[in-house]
């Protein structure tokens, strides 16, 4: 059975009509007013949790905006939702499923269950395989056809059985083995896989194929690929065996790949592809960092779903951040949010985010079917800084955009080059107090600037961002960090009566390139149907490829 919360049309709501006249009344105050009129605003708004500290006072918010916004997470039964998610209801009600990440960082004792199984021994079965697996193969005790250890891992992967593994496996580097290679292919593009494996022995390599449903087409395409690559060079079909594990929930397709399903780490319908990290999905990362440090990440996450179960709305982190995002979407209008992590592991981070964000809440129909009267989610985006600070900052201080920013530091640093993190830490605090407070034109003039010169150097400032903050990007803090975004994505979800677990999407694209794919490889002539414009363009590649 489907179980959805039903909630009246968003713009219907009375709380949304009285956050509608409030934004009227706030939506020109500065920052520079709002802080210099209260003293107490930044402790204020600094909230901690999960081993995480949010600073959110340089926002365009006053108290009473963030008493509004909560008050509309209690109209819209926020916390209703979110604990019928993790009792395991089937929230994911275009799906028909349960929605339970959760579950796969749950303790051993905890008894979470799906239509009357309980689930986490089957969670912690699978996590206890993946450790003496990671172990094994660690420890140069996992031997390939040749005889040879394995030392090369390859990840095969796409969206959620890409990003996570990736993301993570660089922001633990420091963490790995760094006598074994790790590398990960997602794209369709021959090259990705060209790349990630030129330099590699294929005596030493094995490859992790990941995919929730073994039926992506990219993810699919390159795991034949390797098949091949493999069989080439060591000159037998037998290799494949001792060179490939599968990561799925699909059995029967991994052993039509001919993978044998013993060597199959398994998940479940009820984990979605953006929120798999924790899953088996994980095991590359796993394979990386080892089993100690892939369960410290673990715990992260628990600390995360524990806060974001427990905390009240006012103090509660992923709370806060959702209702931040449907206040700048839906009331200043905001197209895109920014996330800029002051840490160079954190470089796949902002990719990270952009699926879960956007393949979560980019949705314009609500749950009840209407097609939606407000924006949802904004495009997310991000560099690590410094770097972006080179690039697209000039936007953020003097465009016309309104970009809201989640920064992020660490207070310690990863490497052990301490000496570079004063300034990295120095750029990060800078940004926030540049963009929040800009400089005016009587500041610009008083520094020297001449009055012509002066109107170009102006930063209008009461440019919004968030500060987080955490002692070191340790595994721990990088599972709290992750849960932190996904439940962000929840609130955000779950205020504007979406479902984000789906992502029908996607779906159209995948089926008309099956289509255009057949026609492009046909020896003879295809009858094209499509517009005028894709059928030329396929003709184009047609003769290219074809003469
Ligand atoms: O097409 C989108 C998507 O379904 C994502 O949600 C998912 O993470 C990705 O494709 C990969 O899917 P799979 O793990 O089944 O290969």
């Known amino acids: 059975m489907t179980e959805a919360i039903a909630v009246a049309p968003l713009t219907t709501a009375p709380t949304w009509r009285a956050l ?3 934004y009227a009344a706030v939506k020109d105050a500065t920052l520079r007013d709002l802080f210099a009129t209260d003293p107490e605003r930044a402790p204020r708004f600094t909230v901690e949790g999960a081993g995480l500290v949010l600073d959110y006072s340089k926002n365009r918010i006053t108290a009473e905006t963030m008493a509004l916004l909560f008050q509309l997470a209690e109209e819209r039964q926020l916390a209703a939702c979110r604990d019928a998610m993790f009792r395991g209801d089937r929230i994911n009600t275009t799906e028909n499923r349960a929605v339970l990440h959760s579950a796969l960082r749950a303790p051993a004792d905890a008894v979470i269950e799906v239509d009357g199984r ?9 996590l206890d395989r993946m450790a003496s697996f990671a172990d094994r193969v660690r420890a140069g005790n996992l031997i390939g056809h040749t005889g040879q250890p394995i030392r090369n891992v ?3 992967g796409i969206g959620g059985s890409h990003l996570g593994p990736e993301m993570a496996y660089l922001a633990l580097r420091p963490y790995s083995a760094r006598d074994m290679r790790f590398r990960f292919v997602a794209n369709v593009d021959g090259a990705a896989f060209t790349e990630a494996t030129h330099d590699l022995d294929p005596a030493e390599t094995l490859f992790v194929v990941s995919s929730k449903t073994f039926t992506t087409q990219e993810t699919m395409s390159n795991a034949h690929l390797a098949r091949q690559w493999l069989i080439e060079r060591l000159g037998d079909e037998r290799a494949v065996a001792k060179h490939f594990v599968a990561v799925s929930t699909n059995a029967q397709k991994v052993a039509e790949f001919g993978i044998d399903t013993a060597n199959m780490f398994a998940f479940w319908d009820w984990v979605g592809g953006r929120y798999s990290l924790p899953s088996a999905i994980g095991l590359s990362t796993m394979l990386a960092v080892g089993p100690e440090n892939f369960r410290a990440m673990l715990a992260g996450f628990a600390d995360m779903d524990v806060h974001f179960r427990t905390a009240p709305l006012q103090q509660n982190l992923p709370v806060i951040l959702g209702l931040l995002s449907v206040w700048y979407a839906d009331f200043f209008s905001v197209a895109t949010q920014a996330v800029l992590p002051y840490a160079q592991n954190l470089a796949r981070f902002p990719a990270y985010l952009q699926q879960l964000q956007m393949e979560s809440c980019g949705k314009s129909v609500d749950l009840e079917r209407r097609r939606v009267d407000f924006a949802t989610s904004a495009v997310l985006w991000g560099e690590p800084g410094t770097d972006g600070q080179h690039s697209f900052y000039q936007l953020l201080h003097q465009g016309t955009h309104l970009v809201p920013a989640d920064f992020i530091g660490f207070l310690q640093p990863l490497s052990p080059l301490a000496a570079p993190h004063d300034l990295l830490m120095a750029n990060l605090f800078a940004q926030a107090e540049g963009l929040a407070f800009g400089r005016t034109l009587a500041e610009v003039e008083a520094s020297g600037v001449s009055a012509a010169d002066a109107p170009f150097r102006v930063m209008e ?13 340790d595994p721990r803090t990088l599972g709290a960090l992750i849960a932190l975004y996904e439940h962000r994505v929840f609130v955000q979800g779950a205020i504007w009566g979406i479902g984000p677990f789906d992502q029908w999407g996607v ?3 995948k089926v008309l390139a099956g289509k255009i794919a057949s026609e492009l490889t046909a020896t003879s002539a295809p009858d094209l149907q499509h517009d005028a414009s894709t059928n030329a363009l396929i003709q184009r590649y047609r003769n290219a490829r074809h003469q």
């Open 20 to 22: 509608s006249d409030h």
């Open 118 to 126: 309980n689930v986490v021994p089957d969670v912690h079965d699978v």
């Open 154 to 156: 390859v990840n095969i």
């Open 461 to 473: 400032g009461n440019r919004p961002s968030n500060m987080l903050l955490a002692d070191r990007l």
């Open 507 to 509: 779906e159209l694209g």
